[in-house]
């Protein structure tokens, strides 16, 4: 195994986009949704980073990259437009031990981005490596089609249900059962044809929980 696969949870930390064009845009539209504090670094940007930043959701600074620029990066993404420049700030992020991802050359980084499928809390990621982004593309818009939004809805309903098993059931063991018995159960699918009602009859069925 090549990379080892983890999800890193940024919310308020500091992360750097070192240039202003298309990739470090969809860049810092990623990091953003994941909550992270964005700082790119390009004396240009595409207008929809110049409107993130007058409206103070990522800093800009006007500027080519600094190897002091770098101190206090949690993680950082080389997106110049230049391979040479993107592979030098791999090479300083590095020395510096700043996880970082070359967009140009993923090898000179320490970390990939895989494509990925999201349904509210449901987090699929693929990657081949590097070796063909194509493939993880078409994999991705398969898993698209096999998990719609009915993961969504269950996943919401899951959450909610976890925390009132928590206060109200003290046996996790028993927990453990009904949460199981839900995610093999016909809930999902129930969902997936719209029978809201139906859904949350089962879920009550299942969990024989008090309404409150």
Do not use: W
């Not at 791999?90 to 349904?119: A, D, Q, W, Y």
């Amino acid at each position: 195994m090549k990379y080892y696969p983890i999800y890193l949870d940024l919310r308020e930390r500091p992360c750097m986009i070192v240039g202003g064009g298309q990739v470090a845009e969809r860049k810092a539209l990623s990091l953003l949704e994941a909550g992270a504090e964005v700082t790119v670094i390009s004396p240009s940007l595409t207008h929809k980073l110049q409107e993130f930043s007058h409206s103070g959701k990522i800093t800009h600074l006007p500027k080519t990259l600094d190897e002091q620029d770098l101190t206090g990066a949690f993680l950082v993404v080389a997106a110049t437009d230049s391979g040479e420049v993107n592979a030098g700030i791999g090479r300083l992020c590095k020395k510096r031990h700043i996880l970082v991802n070359v967009v140009t050359s993923p090898g000179e980084g320490t970390f990939i981005v895989p494509s990925l499928v999201e349904r509210g809390a449901l987090l699929i990621a693929v990657s081949t490596s590097g070796v063909s982004p194509a493939l993880s593309k078409k994999i991705r818009q398969e898993l698209e089609e096999r998990y719609g939004t009915e993961y969504e809805a269950f996943l919401a309903k899951m959450s909610m249900l976890r925390a009132r098993l928590m206060e109200e059931v003290e046996d996790e063991r028993v927990r453990r059962k009904i949460l199981q018995s839900l995610a093999n159960s016909d809930v999902i699918g129930l969902l997936r044809e719209g029978k809201t009602h139906e859904a949350d009859h089962r879920v009550a069925e299942i969990a024989r929980l008090k309404p409150k």
